[in-house]
């Protein structure tokens, strides 16, 4: 399926993914420092690991650097 | 995890050291290099995980936040540096001229001056109030108040106000209360659980292990809705939830400048780690202290939450789970007994600090709060004839026959 991440398109493998499973496989350890955003609506971070993304859906992620 | 000594050992270990450190090194730099341009624009768009600029992040000191918001459940934490840093922030993150903060008179002196002397020149009206008196709160409280401010256990005065109560109230006008923790710091008080917005800390206080460095932090504890906060409305618009740690990160806290140095936050982090276990021996010899104090003839009164008759009691124990802060006062005579007192100590330090591992003195009326008027002093809690001590963790037998030492007897 393709998602939208950071405005960009990205074909991710699996129907099913998850938003915690998106960013293991953007490479990022520490979920708990990202804030994610699907289709304008904040996800979070305790139910990244039961939110389902769709094909099309428009993801971005904001890093904060620390703390969150 | 669920322990806080725990967290405070093990948390934050998200990314693994290509030499597999144990401890966080010290990444003493002011700059990062990126791949390519686009990586470059991605950092500073905060979408990709980069630092670029050590005044914005570091790791390091984004490691010791990352500790901090495990320890607390907050929605985001920014270390500053100093205590007095995160207050200015957050009150020029969420006030503006022609408005107006609610608070007592009975907090840190420098809070005090920057209330009164910084920031009301520049159209802030601070609001002064016995914070006991609820009804007065609600009836001040108006569609130009953008925060109450107050602390746990306030410096020197030692008045422990009813956080819950404060934050019911301010909760019916969308208000954040903003709370400075500093001498109870998460161990004693979770922010989070008693309806605050915004938690400050001067971290060099108990935090940093020893007085070892100056240091600070701004926790949002994620109660608030900033999207009725009118400085954060567009920024809750754009952030939602994060409104404010991204109004802070991405203007208040990054045009102020006021950074904690990677050295620092290194400090910090190695004095969290031990940060229970030093609370609660501070607890322990400070209630042993204010018993013997007490039962000087030489003593007028003694000022301590932990001491069953003290006012603040009650509430302190329900609040900090039957643990009362380092800090405590007692009168003397007169200034003069004060002087001779501090002067006779062998093993209490002379010093302005709190909550060092040292137990500390100071004669407040006279260095704190010496740029005040003797009216103001009284107005602010600050009589002539009392001293501030801040118990630290030594043996307390030795605290003790120091302060024998210090009436003059054996």
Redesign the interface.
């Known amino acids: 399926m393709i998602i939208y991440l ?1 405005g960009e398109e990205k074909s991710v493998p699996q129907n099913g993914l998850t938003v915690l499973e998106l960013l293991s496989q953007v490479g ?3 979920p ?4 994610v ?1 699907v289709n304008g ?2 996800v ?1 971070k305790d139910v990244y690991g039961h939110t389902i993304l769709k094909d099309g859906d428009e993801v ?9 | 995890m669920k322990g806080f000594n725990t967290i405070a050992i093990h948390s934050g270990a998200g990314k693994r050291d290509p030499h597999g450190t144990l401890r966080m090194p010290v990444y003493d730099t002011v700059a990062f290099e990126f791949e390519n341009a686009r990586a470059i624009q991605l950092a500073f768009e905060m979408k990709a995980p980069a630092h670029s600029y050590s005044r914005i992040s570091n790791p390091t000191v984004e490691f010791f936040e990352e500790r901090i918001r495990s320890l607390t459940g907050a929605r985001g934490v920014i270390a500053v540096s100093s205590g007095m840093a995160a207050i200015s922030n957050i009150i020029l993150a969420l006030a503006e001229t022609g408005t107006n903060i609610i608070t007592t008179r009975y907090v840190f002196g420098n809070t005090y001056s920057l209330f009164e002397h910084t920031l009301k020149p520049w159209g802030l009206e601070v609001r002064y109030l016995d914070l006991r008196e609820y009804e007065a709160l609600e009836g001040t409280i108006d569609e130009k108040t953008r925060a109450i401010f107050l602390e746990t256990i306030t410096n020197p005065q030692l008045q422990v106000i009813d956080v819950d109560k404060i934050a019911q109230i301010a909760a019916k006008f969308q208000v954040p209360v903003i709370l400075d923790g500093t001498v109870t710091t998460p161990y004693l008080f979770r922010a989070k659980d008693h309806g605050v917005a915004v938690e400050v800390i001067s971290s060099t206080k108990f935090i940093s292990g020893g007085a070892t460095a100056v240091g600070g932090l701004i926790i949002d504890t994620g109660n608030q809705n900033w999207q009725f906060c009118p400085r954060l409305k567009e920024a809750a618009r754009k952030y939602g939830p994060y409104a404010l740690i991204m109004h802070l990160r991405r203007e208040v806290y990054r045009n102020l400048g006021a950074c904690l140095s990677p050295h620092n936050a290194y400090l910090q982090t190695l004095g969290l780690e031990t940060l229970g276990l030093r609370i609660e021996k501070s607890c322990q010899n400070a209630l042993t202290v204010a018993m013997f104090l007490k039962s000087r003839p030489e003593v007028g009164e003694v000022n301590y939450p932990g001491l069953e008759d003290s006012p603040y009691h009650e509430v302190a124990k329900r609040q900090f789970g039957g643990r009362f802060g380092g800090i405590l006062t007692f009168t003397l005579k007169d200034q003069a007994a004060c002087f001779q007192f501090i002067d006779r100590l062998t093993l209490i330090k002379r010093s302005t600090n709190i909550n060092d591992n040292k137990t500390l003195i100071i004669h407040p009326a006279s260095t704190i709060f010496c740029e005040y008027t003797e009216e103001e002093k009284k107005a602010l809690g600050v009589p002539a004839n009392m001293l501030r001590v801040s118990v630290g963790i030594e043996d307390v037998e030795d605290l003790i026959e120091d302060l024998k030492r210090g009436f003059g007897t054996p």
């Open positions: 950071n990022v350890n520490s708990e420092t990202v804030s955003q609506q904040f979070e971005d992620f904001l890093y904060f650097m620390g703390g969150g």
